[in-house]
């Protein structure tokens, strides 16, 4: 497979994962009812799955390499799931109630990549950024990435943080002995890597020695994860090779993705069989669809010079 058929298989394969999110969305996580309040009893019902969709619709957006079909369907998932936060109210009323919570800005960034804004929510999220129990929460390093990157994203934090010192303080920032990742320091890798280069868009941010540890083993580890089927995680280190600049882990990733997505877009999180019925298969499955979208889009913006075009 040449270059050019890997990023064909990409685009082809990113296409239908987000045509598939955009047809079963509604059905999948369905609508918030006007009665959930603040206090969302499950998150992983609706409230985390919005949030997935729309950071990878809003990565659509920002890189602009598909077409218009993807992009219209990029503009509905993130239209729908403002609509179901009701225009960013519910964002604003539980960040209001949970000070300590990081999930309503981190929600709140995919929006705000792309244009939605709640002046009371970033009014709010600006008047906690000095607040001492806030810098003093115990956050896990990648989490501390995250919000410092939403952050950034959604124009709270002008003066930026301290980028190496966070990147240090991770698992991958101690560049640790790379037999010793399991599933969980697995995930802790490619988040480190997402949010210190915002998902490919800033490479420059991804400190040279974790850059060069993550370039010799992330083939090591993706042929680990493909042979026992986590097509999750797969999806997720084909993202970290899309944002270290140049891929190194050549086209076996993607064609085993290719292989396994079914003909609706469908990707299985691993080996185990697909429900049947669409809510259980959309609660079980989308978060690799969501991941699919974003390692292809990346993917196919860096190849086009996408990194060049965010460094300029």
């Known amino acids: 497979m040449t270059d050019h058929e890997v990023l064909a298989t990409a685009q082809q394969l990113g296409s239908r994962a987000l045509a598939w999110l955009d047809a079963s969305h509604r059905t999948g996580f369905g609508e918030i009812a006007d009665n959930v309040t603040i206090d969302i009893a499950d998150p992983n019902n609706s409230y985390k799955p ?112 301290d980028w190496p010192t966070l990147a240090a303080a991770t698992w991958l920032g101690a560049t640790p002995e790379p037999w010793a990742v399991d599933w969980s320091t697995g995930y802790d890798i490619t988040h480190t890597v997402f949010h210190l280069t915002d998902w490919g868009a800033l490479p420059e941010r991804l400190p040279e020695p974790m850059r060069a540890y993550v370039r010799d083993w992330l083939p090591v580890w993706l042929d680990i994860w493909l042979e026992i089927g986590q097509w ?13 600049g140049e891929p190194v882990t050549g086209r076996q990733g993607w064609e085993a993705l290719a292989a396994v997505q079914r003909e609706d877009g469908l990707i299985p999180r691993n080996t185990e069989p697909v429900a049947e019925e669409p809510e259980q298969a959309f609660k079980d499955h989308e978060h690799t669809a969501v991941v699919a979208v974003v390692a292809s889009t990346v993917t196919l913006s860096r190849a086009l010079g996408g990194a060049e075009a965010a460094l300029a």
Request: aromatic content about 6%.
């Open 50 to 161: 919005i949030g997935e969709c729309a950071l990878a619709a809003s990565l659509v957006l920002r890189e602009g390499v598909t077409g218009p079909v993807d992009a219209e369907r990029a503009r509905r998932l993130l239209a729908f799931g403002w609509s179901q936060l009701r225009d960013g109210d519910l964002l604003y009323e539980r960040q209001l109630r949970h000070l300590l919570l990081t999930d309503p800005l981190e929600l709140y960034s995919h929006f705000a990549r792309v244009g939605y804004r709640h002046p009371a929510l970033e009014e709010l999220v600006r008047s906690l950024g000095d607040v001492r129990s806030i810098q003093a929460a115990e956050t896990v390093p990648n989490r501390r990435l995250a919000v410092a990157n939403a952050r950034k994203v959604a124009g709270f934090d002008h003066r930026g943080p």
């Open 232 to 244: 999750d995680l797969v999806t997720e280190l084909l993202v970290v090779d899309a944002c270290l």
